[in-house]
T-cell receptor, first 112, second 110 residues
Framework: QKEVEQNSGPLSVPEGAIASLNCTYS??????FFWYRQYSGKSPELIMS????GDKEDGRFTAQLNKASQYVSLLIRDSQPSDSATYLC????????????FGQGTTLQVKP | DAGITQSPRHKVTETGTPVTLRCHQT?????MYWYRQDPGHGLRLIHY???????DKGEVSDGYSVSRSKTEDFLLTLESATSSQTSVYFC?????????FGQGTRLTVV
C-alpha cells in the first residue's frame, strides 16, 4: 500500500463547477497535510495546508481533513480554466525528521 | 521562489558516469529534500536531510547518495548514472512543515 494515494484522473469539470480532489494516507499518526498545484513544466507550489480535522477555506479553495478515515480532500469552487493543473497531496508521516511524502497527483481539466 | 537554486537546470550525461546535482538555499531552513518526478509517479522522495550531516533515505534511494556539509547546500549524487535515472529532479526546503520547491533539474542519461 502506498503511503499517500490519489486518483490520477484526469478529472474533467466544466467552468464554474466545483472540483473535488481526494487523497488517502496510510499512516494514522500523520499530522500535517498539504495540497500543491503543479502546472505543466513548472515546480509544485503550495496552495493549502491543514493540520486539524474539519474544513479550512482560502478563497475558492477548501481543504477538508478527516483523520479517523485517513482522508484529505481539496474542493475548488467556481473552477476556472486556469485551475487546470496537476494537484499533489503531501503528508508528513509521524517522525522527528520532517519526512514529506507525495501522492502521484490528480490531473484536473476545467473546460470552458 | 523561496531562495532555492538548483544547478544545473539541464544536463545530459552518459551511462556509467557520476553526476552531482546541487541545491542551494538562502532561507536557513532546517529540512531539505530531493525528489524525482516521472510521468504517472508524482513526486518520489529520494533522500532528505533534517540537519547538517543528518540525512535519511526515501522511497527510491537506490543508486543515489547525498551530502549536506552546511545548512545551505544539499548535494545529490548519482554514483553511476543509468537510463532509468532520466527524470526531473526537484529540491525542496522546509523550516517546519510547509515545503517550497526549486525550479527543477532535467537530467537525461544516454
Amino acid at each position: 500500500q502506498k503511503e499517500v494515494e490519489q486518483n490520477s484522473g484526469p478529472l474533467s469539470v466544466p467552468e464554474g463547477a466545483i472540483a473535488s480532489l481526494n487523497c488517502t494516507y496510510s499512516d494514522r499518526g500523520s499530522q500535517s497535510f498539504f495540497w500543491y498545484r503543479q502546472y505543466s513544466g513548472k515546480s509544485p507550489e503550495l496552495i493549502m495546508s491543514i493540520y486539524s480535522n474539519g474544513d479550512k477555506e482560502d478563497g475558492r479553495f477548501t481543504a477538508q481533513l478527516n483523520k479517523a478515515s485517513q482522508y484529505v480532500s481539496l474542493l475548488i469552487r467556481d473552477s476556472q480554466p486556469s485551475d487546470s493543473a496537476t494537484y499533489l497531496c503531501a503528508v508528513n508521516p509521524p517522525s522527528n525528521t520532517g519526512k514529506l511524502i507525495f501522492g502521484q497527483g490528480t490531473t484536473l481539466q476545467v473546460k470552458p | 521562489d523561496a531562495g532555492i537554486t538548483q544547478s544545473p537546470r539541464h544536463k545530459v550525461t552518459e551511462t556509467g558516469t557520476p553526476v552531482t546535482l546541487r541545491c542551494h538555499q538562502t532561507e536557513n531552513h532546517r529540512y531539505m529534500y530531493w525528489y524525482r518526478q516521472d510521468p504517472g509517479h508524482g513526486l518520489r522522495l529520494i533522500h532528505y536531510s533534517y540537519g547538517v550531516k543528518d540525512t535519511d533515505k526515501g522511497e527510491v534511494s537506490d543508486g543515489y547518495s547525498v551530502s549536506r556539509s552546511k545548512t545551505e547546500d544539499f548535494l545529490l549524487t548519482l554514483e553511476s548514472a543509468t537510463s532509468s535515472q532520466t527524470s526531473v529532479y526537484f529540491c525542496a526546503i522546509s523550516q517546519d512543515t510547509e515545503a517550497f520547491f526549486g525550479q527543477g533539474t532535467r537530467l537525461t542519461v544516454v
